[in-house]
């Protein structure tokens, strides 16, 4: 079987070979009737001040623009969607507006919209020469959108438009043209190719189809792998995902981040906006691997959804900086929970180290977690270890409690994590990993 670790941040499993030793990361229903879309909106924020007359005639007919193509995009009406597109813009630009516009068709959107903020264009100076433009504009333009079925609230993502005047009409240029200045167009699956989508009742696999047969596995799995999170966190969470299934590293880079080691993982879970006071996160999505996650046993895709779904479910209670021992080996306790594979299976590296140097001296570091090789191995394996010791000796009920408290207490000083564990479990730091030493001894040496 494959052997997977987790690697950098919370939520990202990784593919190794050897046995397995993860610690990260009912079947379709096709026959769901599709409701009316919503009508489509561009919302602008409010400005600061006045707006001259010509300035404001721009905003209205911008707005006009993007309205007309959410709309198109809702109902499926080429003609529309491609009459917002410069007429003199480059070929590849236009088809490849096209090839959007028809991979979107197979994907259910509860919502499709554009947020307006001209408040934030770019100068003028800084855009290119277009000929026979009369008027060259960039303003801020978000994607507002969200999956009918998963999404609990839509999500925006930047759309780096530029928009040029011809004939006293606006049009979209370009998507690509003003990477020079910083504005970026996220890309969507649908960029990629045409996307094919099994809706399960927790959630929905959306995928190209070349990688149909690994989408059915994962939505075989998607509403256990759910309810196993749900019986462990408890249901304060939407309790809905969305697993997407890239072709491409090129892929998988677009959605992830640019500098992420793709070729690395099988999983990740992203997110793109998180309220840790209302307890929310939007846009969350699992991104599997194109090039590993297809090889997955299915112990191995199991505990990876588990896992990942465990990082979805936590992340709205969690804030940047928690500790990563805790927030990793959570999730790993909770992938491995019903699994059967016991500790020294799971965590052969450290079992590996038990017989040679007895238990570690302390917790791991953060800074373990961004390193590589043998001491990444240990750091994630020592982590899943101090979980099943808190849930073993202490109780679940005292593994989650811990989580909640030390997870949303961020960058907390080594002083201010003591008060925490002498609050949950009774124990300071020193006694704390006194017995999580004695576990493994009695588990592993």
């Known amino acids: 079987m494959g052997r997977f670790r987790a690697l950098l941040v919370a939520g990202v499993a990784v593919a190794l070979l050897g046995g397995l030793a993860l610690v990260s990361a009912p079947f379709a229903r096709h026959d769901v009737t599709t409701p009316a879309p919503p009508p489509a909106q561009v919302f602008t924020p409010p400005n600061q001040g ?3 007359p010509a300035a404001a005639d721009r905003i209205e007919a911008a707005q006009v623009l993007l309205r007309a193509r959410a709309q198109a995009v809702q109902h499926r009406d080429e003609q529309a969607f491609m009459a917002g597109i410069d007429p003199q813009a480059e070929p590849e630009f236009r088809d490849a507006q096209r090839a959007l516009f028809h991979n979107l068709a197979g994907v259910p959107l509860r919502e499709w919209s554009y947020v307006l903020q001209p408040q934030r264009s770019l100068d003028s100076s800084v855009l290119p020469s277009v000929a026979g433009a009369q008027e060259l504009w960039a303003p801020e333009i978000d994607l507002a959108y969200a999956l009918r079925g998963a999404d609990p609230a839509p999500t925006r993502r930047p759309m780096g438009y530029l928009l040029v005047k011809r004939d006293g009409s606006w049009f979209i240029r370009s998507d690509n043209d003003l990477l020079g200045v910083g504005r970026r167009t996220w890309r969507g699956p649908w960029d990629f190719g ?7 009742e927790r959630g929905l696999v959306l995928s190209h189809p070349a990688r149909e047969a690994m989408a059915k596995r994962v939505a075989a799995e998607l509403d256990a792998a759910v309810q196993s999170v749900t019986s462990v966190w408890g249901t304060d ?3 809905q995902a969305v ?6 590293s090129d892929e998988m880079r ?3 981040g640019p500098n992420f080691p793709v070729e690395s993982v099988v999983a990740v879970s992203v997110a ?4 840790v006071d209302k307890n929310t996160a939007e846009g969350q ?3 599997m691997s194109a090039t590993s996650a297809d090889a997955l046993s299915l112990t191995a895709l199991k505990i990876v959804l588990r896992h990942e779904f465990t990082h979805i479910a936590a992340r709205g209670s969690t804030v940047d900086g928690s500790p990563m021992w805790l927030l990793e080996g959570f999730a790993d306790y909770v992938g491995y929970r019903d699994s059967g594979i016991p500790l020294a299976q799971a965590a052969p590296d450290l079992n590996a180290a038990m017989l040679t140097s007895g238990p570690p001296a302390r917790l791991p570091a953060d800074e373990e977690f961004r390193s590589q090789g043998r001491t990444l191995d240990l750091a994630y394996q020592q982590s899943f270890s101090v979980a099943r010791f808190v849930a073993e000796k202490l109780g679940e009920p005292k593994l989650l409690q811990l989580y909640r408290e030390l997870a949303r207490a961020g960058r907390a000083t080594p002083e201010r994590i003591d008060e925490l564990l002498v609050d949950v479990v009774g124990l300071n730091r020193e006694q704390f990993v006194a017995g999580w030493q004695e576990y493994l001894r009695e588990t592993l040496g």
Request: aromatic share 4%; hydrophobic share 50%; charged share 15%.
């Open 272 to 275: 793109d906006r998180v309220d």
């Open 243 to 248: 697993v997407v299934l890239p072709d491409s």
């Open 285 to 287: 999505r699992v991104v």
């Open 50 to 52: 006045a707006v001259a």
């Open 254 to 256: 677009a959605m992830v």
């Open 194 to 200: 045409p996307c094919q989508v099994i809706t399960t």
């Open 237 to 239: 969470w939407p309790q």
